[in-house]
């Protein structure tokens, strides 16, 4: 008894044992996928390198953070250099800003879209407050010279003058670049819009805080990867298109009715001029002469899944009317709160009392 006792003890164990190996065996293969995953959150962005141009302390390394939280922010030189590090596998997703609340749309990013064939999977919508920086010591009254980023300083253009500046305005890549760029110079004359994270990052100091020209300024980022999400219809989605029209009449008015009789809001539209072929040359046999015309390109951002019937009949519909479609990307819209700025923007729409 004692023995078969012992003998089922050394069973029960070695079965146990195999289980267990069993068990961790199963847990290092990987998972079969199943209808469920489908339905995950979209991943919170832990290892996932986002390229972005500008160095540390640069808004659009803060976008990169909001939209993927855990995620390892790679600075580049160049927006072209972000596109191409995504391309050849460098990194995961490149972070764009596509437009700002006071300085309107970056034409140039618009153009990146096209001329590059990522797929836009994220939007990000950020709140920009801007800081006057320079070297420690220095007053407002020392310096000759603001830099920073084209965008920031048309943002901050109007308080500039208002700080009573004597100061001329150069452009630079990016706004922590201008801050970096003053502290490896030293330069004593020169202060830098940009981020209270670059003064930290580049030991500025901060000479004045919230100088963009209006208290709510926010900038709205896209997230670009080398494949599509899969659009989803539990939330709310956006989607970006571009098109090109040829020679006929009321074009413009037909696409955009495609949408409003869907009821299919939509959040932006923007020309371009059409690079590749930028003018069409018509001859007009009443008259003498030839009618030159600007080719366009139209983008256009609507709040619409292309997994939604809807989405889909609108630009079906286009097809009949244009002559160059792509779908930029079909993905989450930026709905979460914008932090104690939302309630400044609200003070900006109030009725006036
Ligand atoms: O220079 C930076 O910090 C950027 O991230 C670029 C950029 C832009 O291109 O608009 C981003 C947000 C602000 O609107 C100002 C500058």
Redesign the pocket.
């Known amino acids: 008894m004692e023995n078969g006792g012992e003998g089922n003890n050394h069973l029960q164990l070695a079965l146990q044992e195999s289980q267990m190996v069993a068990v961790a065996a199963t847990a290092c293969l990987p998972q079969p996928l199943s209808v469920s995953d489908f339905a995950r959150p979209p991943m919170h962005g832990s290892n996932l390198r986002v390229a972005?141009?500008?160095v540390p302390g640069?808004?659009?390394?803060a976008?990169a953070c909001k939209a993927y939280s855990e995620c390892e922010p790679i600075p580049c030189d160049q927006f072209e250099v972000a596109f191409q590090s995504v391309e050849l596998w460098l990194a995961d997703r490149a972070v764009l800003?596509v437009e700002?609340s006071l300085?309107g749309s970056?034409h140039r990013n618009y153009d990146l879209l096209l001329s590059h064939r990522l797929h836009i999977v994220g939007e990000v919508q950020?709140p920009?407050r801007h800081c006057l920086l320079a070297l420690p010591g220095i007053q407002k009254e020392d310096l000759t010279r603001v830099i920073?980023?084209p965008?920031?300083l048309s943002?901050c253009e109007n308080t500039l003058t208002k700080l009573g500046l004597n100061v001329s305005r150069e452009a630079v890549d990016?706004?922590?670049?201008a801050a970096q760029f003053i502290a490896a110079n030293n330069l004593t004359d020169t202060a830098a819009i940009?981020?209270v994270r670059a003064a930290e990052i580049y030991g500025l100091n901060i000479l004045a805080e919230g100088i963009q020209d209006d208290r709510c300024n926010v900038?709205r980022f896209v997230m670009l990867a080398r494949e599509p999400i899969i659009p989803r219809i539990d939330r709310p989605f956006k989607t970006s298109i571009v098109f090109a029209h040829g020679e006929s009449t009321g074009v413009l008015f037909k696409v955009l009715s495609a949408f409003a009789f869907r009821n299919i809001n939509l959040t932006k539209i923007e020309s371009r001029p059409r690079r590749k072929n930028p003018i069409r040359i018509v001859d007009n046999t009443n008259h003498s002469g030839t009618t030159r015309y600007f080719e366009y390109l139209f983008y256009i951002d609507f709040e619409a899944s292309m997994a939604d019937q809807r989405g889909q009949n609108a630009l079906s519909e286009l097809q009949e009317y244009v002559t160059f479609l792509r779908v930029l990307g079909s993905y989450p819209m930026d709905t979460t709160p914008l932090g104690p700025v939302a309630e400044l923007c609200l003070d900006v729409h109030a009725p006036a009392v």
């Open positions: 972005y141009q500008g640069a808004y659009s390394e976008a800003p700002n300085g970056i950020l920009v920073s980023h965008q920031a943002q990016d706004t922590a670049g940009a981020s900038t």
